[in-house]
């Protein structure tokens, strides 16, 4: 496929987040997804961000395996991910599940900088590969457990999950800083919910709010 292509399927992707999000306004309380997200989502050439024979499916309306048994999510998911998380452009993010990169380039272009963990090593080693070519100079990629968050960073802005705990990790509450917000998805693995957390700026109590239903693979690890 061409360039041209990839551009014409990536603004339907767009189009099609759009017309999601109106579908579950009242759900996730808004009719529009920031519009700095929407930008990223618009330009960042996703197909990029999976393996070769399956850039054709990158711009569907559905999660596209990446190999490990993991995959990159599905366009709408990343949009409101990165929308509920309200990252500004100062703020420092911690992502837990690299995969191929896609989610962190989002974020690279929202924040001052992303770290990235993933718990599967030639993903991680692919990623940085795939990050560096887009030119995302902000992100730094490690393989590692992303439970145990990255303490030598911390405390972290905004954190971001792209797979699910049963329970949301203490070490990753207790690197949140205050007035900072996560977003992960979480339960069981036949209950799961995307999660907002909010960490008061004032004495440190968490508010937690269920967005929407969703299926992601299980956080190892956790």
Known sequence: MDTEQFDEMRRFMVAEIASTTVMVAERIGKYNLDARVMEVMGRLPRHDFVPVDLQPYAYLSRPVPIGYDKTVSQPFI???????????????VLEIGTGLGYQAAVLSALARKVYSIEIIEPLATQAVHRLARAGCANVE???????????????????????APQLIPPSLIDQLKPGGRMVLPAGLPDNQHLI?????????????REILPVSFSALEGA
């Not at 990343?78 to 420092?92: K, N």
């Not at 907002?196 to 937690?208: F, M, N, Q, R, Y």
């Open 141 to 163: 990629v490690k393989a590692a457990n992303g439970c145990d968050g990255w303490p030598e960073h911390a405390p972290f802005d905004r954190i971001i999950a792209t797979a």
């Open 196 to 208: 907002l957390v909010e960490k008061s700026a004032g004495d440190g109590k968490l508010a937690t």
């Open 78 to 92: 990343v949009a409101l991910m990165s929308d509920l998380l309200q990252v500004g452009a100062q703020d420092i």
